[in-house]
């Protein structure tokens, strides 16, 4: 057996990869996206309540068809737990607000086998047990380390994070971003009319280079179909476009909206 990148294996093939937040702990979920075609899901450890284990059986359900699971964790100084995911079967780490390449270095280290980085040797469920062929070799490759660029000092030293080795992308938190700004924060932050001032404009934009001079997938969150397909004609690679949880919520709400008016007719 043999690691497979899936989402670099996808963007080779077609460009960019879309994806899902999971902020609900619920494996099922996470099989219902797999079997209706994304391609990744991001499991939320910053924002929800999952943990180590329930993440362990969200992993399992999303690979039955082919969806890479990736974990955000808790700030860039939850090293342990990058690790950890790794060496338990994540295919790769999100690490939000990440400010200096200092803070990036510490990441990779956490994250990559020596020569790039520190992350200790196992035999878990990261390699299958010994089942994946050279893992300590390959892994590197194997397993995506992205960071979150979503505040002004991120922003201000972007070009050195995408230029470090290790890092293999750079994903913007739009709504952490808008606020760093002092713009106003709302539930569509995320969404195109929320996002129109020069300042954000031209924040993503600068990124997105970045990322493309490096060689680095650039990613960036949305919320709707299309800011999702508007940002991937745009050059990002890796995109999300929903929260299974907001989905949820927004769905049920106008589900019940609706049932609720053809009562009253």
């Not at 999303?62 to 100084?77: C, D």
């Not at 924060?185 to 924040?203: K, L, P, R």
Request: glycine share 10%.
């Amino acid at each position: 057996m043999k690691i497979r990148n899936v989402i670099r294996e996808k963007i080779a093939e077609k460009g960019h990869v879309i994806g899902a937040f999971v902020a609900s702990g619920s494996a099922n979920n996470c099989e219902i996206l797999a079997m209706n075609g994304f391609d990744f899901i991001v499991i939320d450890m910053e924002h929800a309540q999952t943990s180590c284990e329930t993440a362990v059986d969200m992993f399992r359900a999303s690979e039955l068809y082919g969806m890479a699971p990736l974990v955000r964790v808790y700030s860039p100084y939850d090293g342990a737990a990058m690790s950890r995911l790794l060496d338990v079967g994540a295919h790769g780490i999100m690490v939000p607000l990440v400010n200096t390449p200092e803070q990036a270095k510490m990441i990779v280290d956490n994250t990559k086998y020596a020569p790039v980085g520190h992350r200790g040797a196992n035999g878990g469920r990261g390699p299958r047990w010994g089942n994946y062929e050279d893992y300590i070799h390959t892994a590197n490759d194997g397993c995506l380390t992205l960071v979150q660029c979503e505040s002004l000092e991120g922003l201000s030293h972007v070009e050195e994070i995408a230029a470090m080795p290790g890092i293999d992308g750079i994903f913007i938190g739009t709504g952490d971003l808008t606020l760093e700004m002092g713009l106003k924060f709302t539930a569509d932050t995320c969404s195109d009319h929320q996002v129109s001032s020069d300042a954000i404009v031209q924040a993503i934009d600068r990124i997105l280079k970045a990322c493309q001079d490096n060689g680095k997938i650039s990613g960036i969150v949305t919320l709707s179909a299309e800011d999702a397909a508007r940002r991937i004609n745009q050059g990002f690679q890796l995109v999300t476009c929903m929260n299974d949880l907001g989905f949820f919520a927004s769905r049920t709400k106008a589900h019940l909206a609706r049932v609720n008016e053809l009562i009253e007719k």
